[in-house]
């Protein structure tokens, strides 16, 4: 590094000198004068001192009086804080070009992850609306069944109404209108049977009555279970919404 430094800057005493001499530089004849350098660092500086020549007249014309070292040191100064910055320049652009590939990497990277959980949200959504429709059903078909289970309830409360009625009245019957044994006899015959009937439908009726209400619990969870449901898909809607 320090060796091609200081061939630019015996290119550039060269070709100063050459052109003072009314010589146009080139890359053999300043390598004649320097007498060493490769003819790529050579033609690199005198590239350098070619773009730079105009400025440096102009330097050299706006302070005609200033001496010449005095002058070459401060062209040498203004082009070491010229190269400086450029060299400045070059690495901050390197950095915040590496910041903005590193950026727009994540931003992909973002992009594709909000891509794919919004794949899994719709997902997601789609599985609850099916899960609540069943669940929807599941309630349409219990409340079918308890009303169902209510009819033959009713049904099986007005056949009980009806055999105590027809054994209260052959009790009455029993208790002093008849006069024949064989009209007694079948007379308790038939209260025994109503009364065992009666005993059936009693208890038919309590398992009705406990199914009824084990149904009734049933629907009150499928409700609460739809409920639910239904407020995780609200949930769902706000997020995919936003």
């Keep these: 590094m320090g060796r091609n430094s200081n061939t630019h800057q015996a290119v550039f005493k060269a070709a100063d000198a050459l052109l003072e001499q009314g010589v146009r530089p080139t890359q053999q004849n300043v390598r004649d004068m320097i007498g060493s350098g490769s003819i790529t660092t050579i033609n690199r500086a005198l590239g350098d001192w070619w773009s730079t020549l105009s400025e440096r007249l102009n330097r050299r014309q706006e302070h005609p009086d200033l001496p010449e070292p005095v002058l070459r040191l401060a062209n040498q100064t203004w082009?070491?804080?010229?190269?400086?910055?450029?060299?400045?320049?070059?690495?901050?652009?390197?950095?915040?070009?590496?910041?903005?590939?590193?950026?727009?990497?994540?931003?992909?990277?973002?992009?594709?992850?909000?891509?794919?959980?919004?794949?899994?949200?719709?997902?997601?959504?789609?599985?609850?609306?099916?899960?609540?429709?069943?669940?929807?059903?599941?309630?349409?078909?219990?409340?079918?069944?308890?009303?169902?289970?209510?009819?033959?309830?009713?049904?099986?409360?007005?056949?009980?109404?009806?055999?105590?009625?027809?054994?209260?009245?052959?009790?009455?019957?029993?208790?002093?209108?008849?006069?024949?044994?064989?009209?007694?006899?079948?007379?308790?015959?038939?209260?025994?049977?109503?009364?065992?009937?009666?005993?059936?439908?009693?208890?038919?009726?309590?398992?009705?009555?406990?199914?009824?209400?084990?149904?009734?619990?049933k629907l009150a969870e499928a409700e609460a279970s739809s409920l639910e449901q239904r407020h995780q898909l609200e949930l769902i809607k706000a997020r995919y919404s936003s």
């Design 79 to 217: 082009d070491r804080a010229l190269a400086y910055a450029d060299n400045r320049f070059q690495e901050q652009s390197r950095v915040y070009t590496e910041r903005i590939t590193a950026l727009e990497a994540a931003l992909g990277k973002a992009e594709q992850a909000g891509g794919q959980a919004l794949i899994e949200l719709q997902r997601d959504y789609q599985a609850l609306l099916q899960r609540h429709a069943g669940l929807l059903e599941e309630v349409r078909q219990q409340n079918l069944a308890q009303q169902q289970l209510e009819e033959r309830l009713f049904r099986t409360q007005g056949r009980l109404e009806s055999a105590e009625r027809e054994l209260q009245q052959a009790r009455q019957l029993d208790g002093g209108n008849l006069q024949q044994s064989d009209e007694v006899i079948e007379y308790r015959v038939k209260i025994r049977i109503q009364e065992e009937e009666i005993a059936r439908l009693k208890k038919q009726n309590a398992d009705l009555q406990s199914d009824n209400a084990g149904l009734r619990r």
